[in-house]
């Protein structure tokens, strides 16, 4: 327990220092008009105010991320309370900041957008199709999971009822992703928010009641994993593919600008996009300890469940046991409603997305149409793979993790180019060292992983540092060619 509340109050104290530094770096300039009066659409640039705008951050970036990534990630012992830790002040919060501040100052711009102005039309047009693909994984998976839990609740888990539910949440996102922000996702989701945010902060009361004997940093970091199930998976890179969302996660990079359009001054960036992220990341800590005590101190005996249960399992299980009926009802908002917005909102990123490479006007509705239409087919096809084979979703999930990471990549990579020709100095190692740290992760990852090459563990050593130096040698070319 000693580890997971030194954990916190490093989060906390990253928030107020690190933080404080890297918007002393960009520099917010409160005098700036932002797109959301600048471009004001009343559909995507909408002025909102700034505690809605962060609770909508929040649940876009958070859905089930810093859950279930939290409880997968927990099974690796106590060196996931580190990667949150650094992860989230050095990298994940320092990306959200710098990808909502870019969007902001570049009038509410998307992602691909903002990768091809600093890295190039061609990786924008790479990242366009990348982003688009990893959105439609979120929104096929978002649609797919919360459809089984609905159906297992209602009784009979069938899979008729499957595809009831399936069709119920298609319906909310098709409305969602066509109407305004401020009509749906402007109205219910602070509530999902505060119900996320409120269930981590009764499971922190509890941790601190119960006070489980739960692994510490000073009793090894290695692998915890070879009892439940993780046996072939190393540390390195596998633990920094699975906590994506509660210490660096590239889909966030899509999810800024959509409250970059909302933001009333940039002054505000910090605690909505900086500030998101830490308490994603709390979430995320709280989850960590919650499923240590569940997998290495007798917990999952203590709720009736088995060491082995999947992550949905242990959020229902730790959820009613500890929390009683109000705990079941946060449950459900956890595991079904959050997943569920998260996947709305991967939606209207790519329509937003590709409306801005196609210089579409989303004011009309028939123009919102024309992109939204093609995007829910293919959901439909991934979701109909899902359905026809039985590890359809587990296969798409890998890759989802996978893609998910690789997006960060690029942002870091975008945010540094911005920092050398905009601020000079070495401010730019705010991004550099971490975005060296992604490519070596995720180049590592799709190289040993099974749904890659699947080369031998004995080669992680040796492509991880190797990617890390060669990556940095490049950029060191590149900066020192730019300022001949």
């Not at 008009?33 to 609770?55: S, Y």
């Not at 050398?420 to 992760?441: A, H």
Request: charged letters at 10%; hydrophobic letters at 55%; a positive charge.
């Amino acid at each position: 327990m000693y580890s997971f509340l030194i954990s916190i109050a490093a989060l906390v104290v990253g928030y107020l220092v690190y933080g404080a530094f890297v918007e002393k770096v960009f520099g917010p300039d409160p005098n700036l008009v932002t797109p959301a009066v600048a471009k004001a659409d009343n559909v995507d640039f909408i002025l909102m105010p700034t505690w809605k705008v962060f609770m909508i951050q929040f649940l876009n970036i958070a859905g089930t991320g810093p859950i279930f990534g939290a409880i997968m990630g927990a099974k690796f012992g106590p060196s996931a309370y580190l990667w949150i830790v650094f992860g989230c002040i050095f990298g994940g919060a320092v990306h959200d900041y710098l990808s909502g501040m870019l969007s902001v100052r570049h009038g509410g711009s998307g992602y691909p957008i903002l990768v091809g102005r600093y890295l190039g039309e061609g990786t924008k047009k790479v990242m366009l199709v990348f982003s688009v693909l990893l959105l439609l994984m979120v929104g096929a998976v978002f649609v797919y999971s919360p459809a089984v839990i609905l159906g297992d609740m209602a009784g009979d888990g069938s899979q008729g009822s499957m595809m009831l539910w399936i069709g119920v949440i298609f319906i909310y996102y098709i409305i969602a992703t066509l109407l305004p922000i401020d009509k749906i996702i402007g109205r219910i989701y602070p509530v999902f928010a505060a119900a996320l945010l409120f269930m981590a902060v009764a499971l922190l009361v509890c941790l601190l009641v119960k006070w489980p004997s739960i692994p510490e940093f000073w009793e090894g970091l290695q692998n915890r994993g070879p009892s439940v199930g993780l046996k072939d998976q190393p540390i390195f890179p596998c633990l920094f593919i699975t906590i994506a969302c509660g210490a660096v996660s590239g889909f966030h990079a899509t999810q800024s600008p959509l409250m970059a359009r909302c933001i009333g001054n940039e002054k505000l960036g910090r605690p909505v996009f900086y500030g998101s992220m830490v308490t994603e990341g709390l979430v995320a800590l709280v989850w960590a300890a919650v499923s240590s005590y569940f997998f290495f101190d007798g917990g999952a005996a203590a709720v009736g469940s088995d060491i082995t249960a999947a992550a949905p399992t242990v959020v229902t299980k730790v959820s009613s046991s500890w929390l009683g009926l109000l705990g079941g009802i946060l449950a459900v908002l956890g595991v079904v409603a959050a997943p569920i917005t998260s996947g709305d909102t991967a939606f209207r990123s790519a329509r937003l997305i590709i409306a801005d490479f196609l210089h579409l006007d989303q004011g009309p509705m028939r123009k919102r149409l024309y992109i939204a239409v093609p995007l829910f087919v293919l959901s439909a096809l991934l979701l109909w793979y899902n359905i026809a084979d039985a590890n359809g979703f587990n296969v798409i999930w890998r890759y989802f993790g996978w893609a998910n990471q690789t997006l960060s990549v690029f942002m870091f990579w975008t945010a540094t180019v911005y920092l050398v020709k905009n601020k000079g100095g070495l401010y730019y190692l705010i991004t550099l060292i971490p975005g060296l740290f992604m490519t070596s992760v995720c180049l590592t990852f799709i190289l040993v992983d099974k749904i890659g090459l699947g080369l031998p563990a004995t080669f992680i050593p040796w492509i991880a540092v190797g990617t890390f130096v060669i990556s940095a040698i490049l950029f060191y070319l590149w900066k020192y060619r730019k300022n001949r």
